[in-house]
């Protein structure tokens, strides 16, 4: 992806994931993570989150690549050389890795969150309150899936709010998939996957009628979500950040502490770009 195309997905990102902001309340979302597809051009991974609270954060990024597994099996198609762009609510950008030893690498690694491939790549920032994107493209425009992360290194301190992460969701393991922890207490979360709204924004394919699954750490299946009308439609008006569009979906939930997975995909096995998001509640 060319660097000097950076700012505008930014812009574009920071205004989807802005507009359900209000929603939010200081809360226990730690870890957050998002697996998809990194293609060239419009289609590399865009992570956003927001810190809470009013003193400033400490927080590792980190884009995953080589070393991603599945249940200790090696995953295909990864990208191999995965970089790392960090933005401000204006786009503008505030740092950049290719391969993390390239980095604060003593930072990094006192943190024991170092990457175990040396071409993935971290960022550590303190973080004031506020809205941050990161975007994941691929060395000389290579493609595969990779996973954009957020750890929280300062847990006493404000929260990570959100997250909300744009990508490419294709057929088979090519869908897109958050990771999030729910720490200290059970929380009600709102998790959406946007795909036509996409369109007021000029993102080009959207992802015409995205479905959504919610699972936990084992993998079972706790909830599933095709158009969120259907399903606790009166909750997910309730929150004040409901779809715009009928065809995409939402999952309104109380959530015990936990690690869990948001997996969207396209209905019928159709693909496009798609917007994954969760919220923690009032």
Do not use: C
Not at 204 to 218: I, K, M
């Amino acid at each position: 992806m060319p660097r000097t195309a950076a700012p505008f997905f930014v812009l574009v990102f920071v205004a989807l994931f802005l507009g359900s902001a209000g929603v939010l309340s200081a809360g226990d979302l730690i870890n957050l993570s998002t697996r998809g597809f990194v293609g060239k051009g419009d289609d590399v991974l865009i992570g956003g989150i927001i810190v809470k609270g009013s003193a400033p954060k400490r927080v590792i990024l980190r884009a995953i690549g080589a070393s991603i597994n599945v249940n200790g099996t090696a995953l295909p198609g990864t990208l191999q050389d995965p970089i790392l762009d960090l933005f401000d609510s204006k786009g503008t950008m505030l740092q950049t890795n290719d391969d993390w030893r390239y980095g604060p690498e003593l930072d990094i690694e006192a943190s024991k969150l170092a990457p175990t491939d040396d071409y993935e790549s971290a960022i550590i920032a303190v973080f004031n309150p506020g809205n941050y994107t990161t975007i994941i493209h691929g060395y000389a425009h290579s493609t595969g899936t990779a996973l954009v992360e957020a750890y929280d290194l300062d847990p006493a301190g404000n929260s990570l709010a959100e997250i909300s992460t744009r990508g490419t969701v294709q057929s088979g393991d090519n869908i897109l998939i958050a990771g999030f922890v729910v720490a200290n207490s059970a929380t009600n979360v709102l998790i959406r996957a946007i795909g036509p709204e996409l369109t007021q924004f000029r993102v080009p394919n959207p992802l015409q009628d995205p479905t959504l699954e919610l699972r936990d750490a084992s993998g079972a299946l706790l909830e599933a979500n095709d158009d969120w009308k259907t399903d606790n439609r009166q909750a997910i008006s309730d929150t004040g950040a409901a779809p715009t569009d009928d065809r995409e979906s939402a999952i309104v939930r109380n959530l015990a502490p936990g690690n869990y997975t948001a997996l969207v995909r396209g209905k019928n096995g159709t693909s496009g770009i798609a917007l994954v998001e969760v919220y923690r509640l009032p």
